[in-house]
Structures are given as C-alpha cells and as structure tokens.
C-alpha cells in the first residue's frame, strides 16, 4: 500500500529532523517522529478530524509543521498548508475554498486576534494553536475554538488509503481565479520515490531546508524525499544567507534545492572556508541562467542540476541527472518517472527538435483540479496527458528545453519571441542582476518588447546602451523597446518572479526610468 505512511524509511534511532535553535538544537529520531505523528494523529481524531477533512496549516517551517501536516495525511484528512504571511483576505479565500475544519495557528496567534485567526472564525473553522511544547515534549495542539466540529464525536484513528487525497495546494490559472490541485498519496509517494532515484539520495545524505513548506518545492523535495530515502533535514524557519553556511557546515548538510533566487543570493555571500563537501545543489520552480549555473560550480565546487516541476505534478518532472551523466546548463533534463511528450493544439506528438507544448503523463500527475470541469477539459490531452502550459523542445538525448510560458510568448509582428532567452541573455551583462523580459502594447507589431533591470550594486547603465548591447547578441527583432529600472523585483513568496506582475508595475510607471 502506498501512502504518506508507510513512506518513511529511516531506521528508529537514525535522525530525522533537526531544528536549529541556541543553544541547543532540537534533533529528532525517526522513532521519535513517527511516535509524535501518531500522538498528533490521536488528538486530530479527538476533535473530529476524518476521512476527507480539511486541515489548514499556517505555520512557518518548523517540527510542528512537519508533525501535522504528515499527522494531517494519516488520518485521511486533506493537508492544506498557507503562507502564514498572508493577510486576512486571502486566508479567507483560502479557508472558504477548502471549507477547511480546522486551521492550525502558531503560539500567541490567537491571542493577537492574527488574521489567520480572524478568517478561520468567519468561516466557523475550528481554530487551534499549534506549537513544540518543550516542557511536555511533544508537538501541542491547544484547541481555542472548536467552531464547526463543536459536538462532533470523536473519531477513530484511521490508516490512509493510495488513493485518498493528502494535501490541497492552490496554483494560478489563466483565469485570475486559483485552481485547486488536490494530490493523492499515490501521488506523492510516486514523486517521492523519482526524487530519491535521480538523485540517488540514501540514509547517509543530509539536506538544508530553506524552502517554504507551504509549496510542494520544498514539501516533496526537501521533506518527504528525504523522508523516503531515509536521510534527514536541517529545517529553519525561513531562509537566511548569514546562517545558511554555518547551519549548512554545523550540522553537516551535503545538498540543498533552491530556487535560482536564493542562489544569487548564496552567490553575492561569502563561500564557508573550507569549502564543505556538497554532493549536488539542485535549483527548481523558476529558469536557471547559464551564467548562474557556471558561477555556482566553480564557487561551490559541486554539480548543479536543474529540474523542471509543477504542483500538479506533484512537483518533479525533469531533472538534469548526477554525473557522470550529462548535464546541460539551459536544459530542465530528462523525465523523471514521468513520460514526457512535445504536443501540438491538437495533442498529436511533433518532430524530434521541434516546438510545441510540453505535456506530461505519469502516476504522480493529479488527475483534475477540484471542482473545475472547464480547466480538466483544457489541460488534459486526448491520450491523457497533461498540458503544462509552457512551450519547449525536446533535444536528440530527451533533454527538455523551455523556450515559455504558452500565455508569456511576446508576438511581435508574427514573430515568437521567448522572454526566457531574453532573460538569459540580459543577465550576461556584467551591469545586470536580475532581468524579466514581457510583452508591451505595440501600435505597429501588436506586441512589443519590455524588460524588468536591477542593476548590481554601483552599477551604472542607460537604457541605450543596454539595448545596443543585446543588439549585438541577438536579433534585431528582440533588442527592448522599452527598459525600466528599479531596485527590486516583485516575487511571489518562493521567490519565483512573476513575469505578469513586473510588467504591470513596470507599465504602470509613467515613463521608464533609465539610471545614467
């Protein structure tokens, strides 16, 4: 049988989880969590909490988040775990769209009156404090208000099935309104198991956990992979690149998977002298430049493999693989446990080096979004696979190329222009940070050109030198018409860089501004 729960394969007194706090560090076995995942399971069972529930969690990284959200799963109910730094009204949208049972709260939310707090009382949720207790030495759930379980029996524990759904996540459509992706234990334990194989990861290896746990990017890579493979994670709060090495050489980490932006960041840090021993850094959920590839192998000294994944993917799809097999900087790799086809509209396969839409098909692929007929009828194909929406290529040894997003393709005048390419290439100027490349209204082509700069700290460039440099590296149909500066590029809260949302901003200026 494959769930969540049978899933987890270190040996009892192996470690786990460790938590770093001063002064001394929380480190937990895997007897130690899987006793504290079945107590936790208990007291869901105590409220009311069955097959099908849905238990919303707004937590930051932390044990507590581990231990309810894989309690959450064995007792059938639906993790749904939020940003805990959202505001009112999205934890609103988000507990109305689950109709979730319960919302679990950090210590002293309650007591604040937090917005997660405001919104699960709207919605008649119950509302629970949820937090390491380190007198008593367990993971508390300090009930406040029972809300809509109030009077509801207790229940059994139960033991999850393959094909019950564990964790609901949110994902951006083409419409503004978010779809909801449920994902099965099947799912996830497939994902979970593709991890551990293209990776090769086994008991020995140790991760750095610096994504947010509320996507699957960290969920599935940095928590549950490890979990299957029975190694084991160091697990902050949240990012932060003055801790990052001494944590990451501390407790002796020897891999991490991050988005590109957190290894800018890494990058722009100091390296630990010495150097520890890294045996991959895997980056994920937003295109890697080549020049940042280059930069993180020659400072880090460790192979740097690219993938390519989806929350209705349950996250991985394509990876770059370890050496001694190849891997090819502006390429997300070769499917993973996963069948990966080049499509046209019509869902028909096109050829070997050609464009089209990459879709996929594989045991860890949702089988629809909830309670949305019109996007399951539009992102499957006739043969059942899954249109992911971003247009790319194939090569002569299966390595997929992306080339966009189907819907972020700039039409210039008929001609297709990529704004990952553009992105690659701007941020190859010696003056350039970050760039993001989109479409802009255009009289004469329909669409024109625009790109997003942050320069590098006392960096000096106008916008014309700028697009005389990218004249002489592409095109001329791609060179900018338009530069905006400016000092920071709005991010969603994984980092990723939302390309719809800088060219909004960046329209919305009257006039682009050029640093001279």
Same mark, same amino acid.
């Given at each position: ?149 109030? $009077? ?177 900087? $502006?390429?997300?790799?070769? $499917? ?121 700290? $006392? ?58």
């Amino acid at each position: 049988m494959t769930t969540l729960q049978n899933s987890i394969h270190g040996t009892d007194s192996s470690v786990a989880v460790i938590i770093p706090s001063k002064p001394t560090p929380l480190t937990v076995t895997y007897k130690d969590l899987k006793s504290e995942c079945l107590s936790f399971q208990r007291k869901l069972a105590a409220i009311g909490i069955t097959n099908r529930s849905a238990v919303s969690i707004a937590t930051v990284n932390s044990y507590e988040f581990i231990v309810s959200f894989l309690a959450a799963s064995w007792q059938r109910g639906i993790a749904a775990p939020l940003n805990p730094a959202y505001k009112q009204e999205e934890f609103e949208f988000y507990i109305d769209d689950i109709k979730s049972a319960v919302v679990l709260v950090p210590k002293g939310a309650y007591q604040a009156d937090a917005p997660s707090v405001k919104a699960a009382r709207k919605f008649n949720a119950a509302i629970a404090e949820c937090y390491w207790d380190d007198a008593k030495k367990e993971v508390a759930l300090d009930v406040k208000e029972l809300g809509q379980l109030k $009077g509801k029996s207790k229940e059994g524990v139960l033991q999850p099935q393959p094909d019950d759904v564990a964790l609901v996540l949110h994902t951006s459509g083409t419409t503004s309104r978010p779809k909801v992706v449920p994902l099965t234990h099947r799912n996830l334990t497939r994902t979970m198991r593709n991890i551990q194989s293209t990776y090769q990861l086994t008991a020995q290896d140790r991760t750095m956990l610096v994504m947010p746990l509320f996507h699957v990017h960290g969920l599935l890579c940095a928590l549950l992979a490890p979990l299957y493979s029975g190694g084991s994670m160091i697990v902050p709060t949240k990012f932060s690149a003055s801790d990052f090495w001494h944590e990451f050489v501390t407790y002796k980490a020897n891999w991490y998977t991050a988005v590109p932006t957190i290894h800018q960041i890494l990058l722009k840090n100091p390296a630990p002298s010495p150097l520890p021993k890294i045996r991959f850094i895997r980056s994920c959920s937003s295109p890697l430049s080549p020049t940042v590839f280059t930069q993180l192998e020659e400072k880090f000294k460790a192979p740097v493999l690219e993938a390519y994944a989806m929350t209705e993917a349950a996250h991985q799809m394509t990876s770059n693989p370890l050496p001694p097999s190849k891997r090819k900087p $502006g390429t997300v790799g070769i $499917g993973q446990g996963v069948e990966v086809k080049i499509l046209n509209d019509a869902g028909d396969e096109v050829p070997q080096g050609s464009e089209g839409e990459i879709c996929i098909r594989g045991e860890n692929v949702t089988k629809g979004y909830l309670n949305n007929p019109a996007a399951n009828e539009s992102s499957f194909t006739k043969g059942g696979f899954f249109r992911t929406g971003d247009q790319g290529k194939l090569d002569e040894d299966g390595y997929v190329t992306i080339t966009g997003r189907i819907k972020e393709l700039i039409n210039k005048g008929g001609e297709k222009i990529s704004p990952i390419e553009l992105d690659n290439v701007l941020t190859r100027h010696p003056s350039v940070s970050e760039a993001v490349s989109f479409a802009i209204p255009d009289d004469l082509y329909g669409q024109g050109i625009g790109v997003a700069i942050v320069l590098k700290s $006392g960096a000096k460039l106008d916008q014309n030198e700028l697009k005389a440099w990218v004249n002489e590296k592409l095109a001329k149909f791609k060179v900018p018409k338009k530069v905006y500066f400016t000092e920071i590029m709005p991010k969603t809260a994984t980092g990723k860089i939302q390309r719809r949302i800088v060219a909004e901003t960046m329209q919305n200026q009257e006039t682009p501004k050029a640093k001279l």
